[in-house]
């Protein structure tokens, strides 16, 4: 079985993936009705269990439906995709990714937000030290 390494997946696979992170479990029906532009629901299904291979989903028999959900928890995924996100777009610079996400007009931090962020820096400059 390969890693659980979601950098190494197309990117179909990958938004398959977000789609059954997002459901928590998902049919091959549920799954090709969250893909832009979805491929045949063969090609879903054959997906899904290259997916499994991989060990990147389980799934589970209910009738004669299968039920896909991730292998790993959801906080373990998100690490990765933000470890992705942060290397292709940010050149994997915390830094540049915060600064551009708090400079985008779209972003509407409230004082809560921003109270905690500073708590975080805070807590990471004290381990850094």
């Known amino acids: 079985m390969a890693g659980h390494h979601l950098e190494h997946l ?3 696979e990958r938004q398959i993936m977000d789609v059954v992170y997002v459901r928590g ?3 091959a029906a549920q799954v090709r009705e969250g893909l832009p532009d979805a491929p045949t629901k063969t ?4 997906l899904l269990r290259i997916l499994e291979h991989k060990g990147h989903l389980k ?3 209910v009738g004669k439906t299968y039920l896909y959900r991730p292998s790993r ?3 373990l995924a998100a690490r990765s995709a933000f470890r992705r ?3 292709t777009f940010f050149a994997g ?4 990714a915060l ?3 708090l400079t985008d007009a779209a972003t509407d931090l409230d004082a809560t937000e921003l109270a905690r962020l500073a708590d975080l820096i805070r807590d990471a400059r004290k381990k850094g030290r």
Do not use: D, G, I, N
């Open 10 to 12: 197309s990117r179909r």
């Open 25 to 27: 479990e998902a049919s």
């Open 43 to 46: 090609a879903v299904r054959t």
């Open 59 to 61: 799934h589970r028999e």
């Open 73 to 75: 928890p959801r906080a």
């Open 85 to 87: 996100v942060l290397q």
């Open 93 to 96: 610079s915390l830094e540049k």
């Open 99 to 101: 600064a551009s996400h």
